[in-house]
């Protein structure tokens, strides 16, 4: 909130800015599990469950290590004075941490370097590396610090890493995106969650053998459109409650079958799991206007939005959730019903998205992923009636120099955000860009819009391959703000019909300067590659076909694939006005209608339904489902169906099919 809180008190009139609200209560937030059996005074800790983590505390509480994510660096801040003593160079995104048995060593994965290292922390240097799959996310270590967990995201894998030979000791299928993990007490079970699906794979740990797993339940519709509804997706944190006995997982709801809009598609969640059936505990589950239900002062309900982490207290009782979207910290009393209670609304900072609890319970530490500090929220102490947990202090800078310029730290900031009292695109704290787009990209979901079902897209190279929307009805980023007003609920005094104020124009600016950053959602590495990244035969095979026999290459053209990039006036500029690259491919749903053109496009921008944009395949294995309405599950299934309105391919033989499809998955 930092950043956008000093642009918006400088610069933006649109939407009167914040007013903190904090009304926190009784007892001790929760604990981060410690990693592994570590000494404390000359007492030996009982191991606890734990999880994968942005930010991790050392076993005697005086050192916070913290993952700095697009700044490649990783901090070591004396929790006591709240000071960095040290900033390491580790590589490219390190997203989280685990501490070694001994506390000398810290084990960071480092998602776009595809690698996990080893730091020194007295030395503050790397030490050496292990490669354990493509974009190795989440990470845990086992109670005796032997062996190190390892999500890898796109290679669709969990890997065990031997912490002394820095050797892969194996790896197993975990679903198609795993990213958050968590280990019993004991090291026995591991869980890990596909982050897109929802569905959590349970392992024995020392045979990396799956032996069980749970796919989250959608909660069904409701006659109330602003209710808690919808398909479980985006798993930013699953952990295990104290006794090991319940695993939560903090996610999205996304209503599909609604008109897109922000009160009534998207909703946070905390779902609970049977840690020993691996059974899902439906009425435990929290949802917004349910278990989530916080007044203001007026009476009426505070929106809270995108779970990123839940911890708990020692005990059990209570239950801490962290919304990175609305910025908030949330606490349930489990022992009393298990409804939220309270809230600090909203906490300061920029994407909060992990925690960690001082040894003595007193002091909770809030890791802000965009503004890269640490809020830091005081604690009564446990037996204390109706204490309040309370933010001490300004936020503790974690980096020295920001490696994103201040117009796309902003930009990254905005993506991110629904606190609607510092960021004026989203509306009353329910959604920001990532809500659908996913960490950036893809949710897996179709969303039903006024113009039919549409799959969400991804923002891979969005800038570089041509018209905007699945029928190229947009050709300036500033269209957008159609987008914003009709679906995320912002900047709803702006006429669209108008040239943008300049107030409204550095944001839509701020976001295209971070969007268009290589590293910001840099296209997948394909998984079904060579060993050392080369096609394999029969994607060679599929190459030829893709090129020649199927004819592809007529409409997925250019170095991005598409040849909607070819859409441009006689100025050289992109227009919805040149419809010659949109396409009928036979692929129009019986719900699509058509588009009658916008206020932005003076409503010369009108489509007939049936006729869609050609898509990029930079990447294309990892944006299913397929199609503009997302009906095909597969690329196999794309190929079959298109017969020859969609490139040549109605007499390819099944052989050849699979080929293509080969190819196809490893595009990158």
């Known amino acids: 909130m930092g950043l956008l809180r000093s642009f918006f008190r400088s610069k933006l009139p649109i939407n009167g800015r914040r007013a903190i609200m904090a009304a926190a209560g009784a007892g001790a937030l929760a604990a981060v599990a410690l ?18 983590s942005s930010i991790v505390l050392s076993p005697d509480g005086k050192k916070l290590y913290v993952a700095n994510g697009d700044s490649n660096t990783v901090s070591v801040v004396d929790a006591k004075d709240r000071k960095v003593v040290k900033e390491i160079a580790v590589g490219k995104e390190p997203r989280e941490l685990a501490l070694s048995a001994d506390g000398k060593t810290l084990y960071v994965t480092c998602r776009y370097a595809n690698s996990v290292e080893w730091v020194d922390i007295a030395k503050g240097s790397v030490l050496g590396s292990v490669k354990t799959g493509i974009e190795p996310y989440g990470i845990v270590a086992s109670p005796d610090g032997k062996t190190l967990y390892v999500t890898n995201f796109r290679s669709g894998t969990v890997s065990a890493v031997d912490t002394a030979t820095r050797q892969v000791k194996g790896s197993a299928p975990a679903g198609g995106n795993p990213r958050a993990l ?23 740990a020392a045979a990396m053998k799956r032996v069980g797993g749970v796919k989250l339940a959608s909660s069904p519709d409701a006659s109330d459109r602003k209710l808690s509804q919808g ?21 999205l709801l996304t209503n599909t079958d609604t008109p897109v809009q922000f009160e009534e598609v998207i909703f946070p969640a905390l779902s609970v799991v049977d840690a020993r059936t691996g059974k899902e505990d439906a009425k435990a589950r929290k949802e917004l206007f349910k ?28 239950a801490y959730a962290l919304m990175g979207g609305s910025e908030d910290l949330l606490v349930f009393d489990l022992a009393r019903g298990g409804r939220a209670g309270q809230i600090i609304h909203h906490l300061p900072g920029d994407l909060p998205i992990g925690m960690a609890l001082s040894p003595d319970g007193g002091t909770l530490y809030v890791h802000n992923a965009s503004s890269h500090d640490l809020t830091v929220v005081k604690l009564p102490p446990a037996d204390e009636e109706g204490g309040q947990a309370r933010v001490d202090g300004e936020p503790v800078k974690l980096i020295a120099k920001d490696r994103l310029n201040a117009q796309q730290r902003l930009g990254k900031t905005l993506f991110y955000s629904a606190n609607s009292d510092d960021n004026p695109l989203a509306g009353n704290n329910w959604m920001s860009c990532a809500s659908c787009h996913s960490d950036g990209e893809v949710d897996r979901l179709s969303i039903m819009t006024a113009r039919g079902p549409r799959n969400v897209p991804s923002n891979v190279l969005a800038f570089e391959t041509g018209l905007f929307m ?85 409409c997925h053209a250019t170095d991005v694939l598409t040849d909607s990039a070819m859409a441009v006036g006689p100025d050289g500029k992109l227009t919805t006005a ?76 099944d052989e050849e ?3 293509l499809a080969a190819y196809l998955k490893q595009i990158q």
């Open 35 to 52: 990693l592994g059996s570590c000494a404390h005074d000359g007492v030996k800790a009982v191991p606890a469950p734990q999880s994968g």
């Open 182 to 204: 968590a280990l019993s007490a004991d090291g026995g079970r591991l869980y890990v969650s596909d982050y897109l699906t929802a569905e959590t794979s349970i392992f024995d």
């Open 231 to 251: 398909t479980p997706n985006t798993v930013e944190q699953v952990r295990l409650t104290p006794d090991g006995g319940s695993l939560w997982e903090a996610h």
């Open 291 to 318: 278990a989530i239900d916080v007044k203001d002062k007026f009476g009426k309900t505070i929106i809270v939005s995108n779970p990123t982490d839940v911890v708990f207290s020692p005990d059990g009782k209570k």
């Open 470 to 554: 699945w029928d190229g009805s947009r050709d300036d980023f500033y269209d957008y703000i159609h987008t914003v007003q009709g679906e995320m609920g912002g900047l709803s005094e702006v006429d669209p019909a108008k040239p943008l104020p300049a107030d409204a124009r550095k944001l839509f600016d701020a976001l295209e300067a971070y969007m268009t950053m290589p590293d910001a959602f840099p296209v997948p590495q394909s998984p079904f590659r060579t060993a050392d990244g080369q096609l394999t035969a029969d994607a060679q095979r599929g190459k030829a076909i893709f090129e020649g026999k199927a004819q592809c290459i007529a």
């Open 578 to 653: 040149d419809t010659d690259f949109l396409h009928d491919v036979g692929t129009v749903n019986g719900a699509d209608t058509d588009y009658g053109g916008d206020a932005r496009g003076a409503f010369a921008n009108q489509r007939q339904r049936g006729v869609y944009d050609t898509p990029t395949l930079r990447g294309v294995y990892a944006t299913a489902p397929y199609l503009h309405d997302g009906s095909a599950p597969t690329l196999e299934d794309v190929v079959k169906r298109a017969g020859d309105r969609h490139g040549r391919t109605s007499e390819l033989s």
């Open 657 to 659: 099919i699979a080929d």
